[in-house]
C-alpha cells in the first residue's frame, strides 16, 4: 500500500505564493506517476496537474494554472511538490494528492488511488 500526506496549505494574499508538498511512503516503487487535485466548497474535485515518477518527469495541467503552478517531483525524498504562484482567490480550495492508478492523460477520479487527507488553501482578496 500506499501512504500520501500533504502539507504547505495555508493562508496568502492574492498574487502570492505557497508550495504543496505530498510525502510518500510505503509501496512507493508501485507509483508511476502522481497528481494534485483541488475541491473548492461547493465544488467538483478538479484535477490541477499530473508528473510521471518513474520516468522524464513529463507533466499536464489544468488550463486554469499552466503558467502559475509548476508540479516536480525529488524521488530521493519520495516527495512531489505543487509550487503556486500568482495565486488568485478562486485557487482557494482543499488540495489532494494521489497517485495515479490508470492510464496516463487521465482526468478521472477513479484513475487515482491512495488519496492523502488534503491540505487547505485560502487566497484572500
Known amino acids: 500500500q500506499v501512504q500520501l500526506v500533504e502539507s504547505g496549505g495555508g493562508l496568502v494574499q492574492a498574487g502570492g505564493s505557497l508550495r504543496l508538498a505530498c510525502a510518500a511512503s510505503?509501496?512507493?516503487?508501485?507509483?508511476?506517476?502522481m497528481g494534485w487535485y483541488r475541491q473548492a466548497p461547493g465544488k467538483q474535485r478538479e484535477l490541477v496537474a499530473t508528473?510521471?515518477?518513474?520516468?522524464?518527469?513529463?507533466?499536464n495541467y489544468t488550463d486554469s494554472v499552466k503558467g502559475r503552478f509548476t508540479i516536480s517531483r525529488d524521488n530521493a525524498k519520495n516527495t512531489v511538490y505543487l509550487q503556486m504562484n500568482s495565486l488568485k482567490p478562486e485557487d482557494t480550495a482543499d488540495y489532494y494528492c494521489?497517485?495515479?492508478?490508470?492510464?496516463?492523460?487521465?482526468?478521472?477520479?477513479?484513475?487515482?488511488?491512495?488519496w492523502g487527507q488534503g491540505t487547505q488553501v485560502t487566497v484572500s482578496s
Open positions: 494521489a497517485r495515479l492508478i490508470g492510464g496516463w492523460g487521465t482526468q478521472r477520479e477513479a484513475d487515482f488511488g491512495s
Open positions: 510505503g509501496n512507493i516503487f508501485s507509483i508511476n506517476a
Open positions: 508528473i510521471t515518477i518513474t520516468s522524464g518527469g513529463s507533466t
